[in-house]
């Protein structure tokens, strides 16, 4: 079975990405001078180089595949620019020469903290993502008649996929008709990867052909755009093949997690143990960027109640930046 990372084309240079040193700080200046200027390096490539739209998503789209210049960063897997060079080895050490200014600030770690009046915005608009509830009955009604009521808080700790292969991507210029750039993706959707991509560049989606190699597990931690975008850019700006792929430490640096969510129950039930009402808080980490947070906890509000039969229920249950 062939991967990305076997796929070789003539001509095939290799990319390397920069990311912040910092969760939340605003980047004060880039300076690729010396990783311009490094062996076998072809060009180095940051947000002014892209024609499109920075901001990609696949529900909405907040997520920065490069941040300029005197923007704030989200997290240290945010990418400040993208090196491709003759080899995998050349384009590493290139991006590690690349040097940026920051004004350092605190970054927000804990959900609550993030909801507390004041705090400080990880993305504009504030930090509440998304808010899913269902309610049927008068829960606190048919808990304040329960026989018997039981309150507990329980927690799910932030699990990293680890998938056997990391993020790996190979975007091939096309000339002639069709489409003008061709993605090997090891994505988990071509069709969202394709979307991205084309507007990422600023064109139509009919340009970009994306092809969906053997994935190399993923159990949802490759639904969203990583490489696959810088991979297009650089191949588009360079009129080359160009590869993309992270080593395990990058993978596990830029990829979201299993959301840890925290859970308030309280249950009622009747004389005979039959469950009569429950009530259900749960607060949601999307991280620093929305992925599918929303969807996450919409669907923790919809299983709720597991596999049980419960007439009068009161669920809530909220993503948080």
């Known amino acids: 079975q062939e991967y990305v990372a076997d796929h070789v084309f003539p001509g095939m240079l290799q990319g390397a990405l920069r990311f912040s040193d910092h969760p939340r700080a605003v980047v004060k200046s880039i300076d690729t001078a010396a990783a311009q200027a490094a062996p076998g390096v072809v060009a180095v490539i940051t947000a002014a180089d892209v024609p499109g739209k920075r901001h990609q998503g696949l529900i909405k789209d907040d997520w920065y595949q490069f941040v300029a210049v005197g923007e704030t960063t989200h997290y240290i897997g945010d990418v400040l620019a993208a090196v491709a060079a003759e080899t995998r080895a050349q384009a590493r050490a290139a991006a590690e020469l690349i040097e940026v200014e920051y004004e350092v600030l605190e970054p927000v770690t804990d959900p609550f903290e993030a909801l507390a009046e004041g705090a400080p915005e990880v993305t504009p608009g504030g930090n509440l993502l998304s808010t899913s509830a269902y309610r ?56 969202e990867d394709r979307r991205q991509i084309a507007s990422l560049l600023g064109w139509d989606e009919q340009d970009v052909l994306v092809t969906q190699v053997a994935t190399g597990g993923a159990f949802g931690g490759k639904e969203d755009l990583s490489v696959q975008g810088h991979a297009a850019l650089a191949a588009h700006l360079l009129q080359r093949p160009v590869k993309v792929k992270l080593d395990r430490t990058e993978s596990i640096r830029m990829h979201p997690k299993r959301h ?62």
């Open 136 to 191: 049927i009955g008068d829960a606190e009604a048919a808990i304040a008649g329960a026989a018997h009521v039981a309150s507990d808080s329980f927690t799910t700790a932030g699990i990293e996929h680890a998938y056997l292969e990391p993020e790996s991507s190979l975007a091939v210029p096309q000339n002639g008709g069709g489409p003008r750039l061709h993605v090997l993706s090891q994505g988990q959707g071509a069709w």
């Open 260 to 321: 840890p969510i925290t859970m308030e129950y309280t249950v009622g039930c009747d004389a005979q143990g039959k469950l009569t009402a429950l009530r259900a808080r749960f607060l949601g980490d999307t991280g620093a960027y929305a992925s599918v947070g929303g969807k996450v906890l919409e669907r923790a509000a919809g299983h709720a109640t597991g596999a049980y039969h419960v007439p009068c229920v009161d669920i809530e249950a909220r993503a948080v930046y």
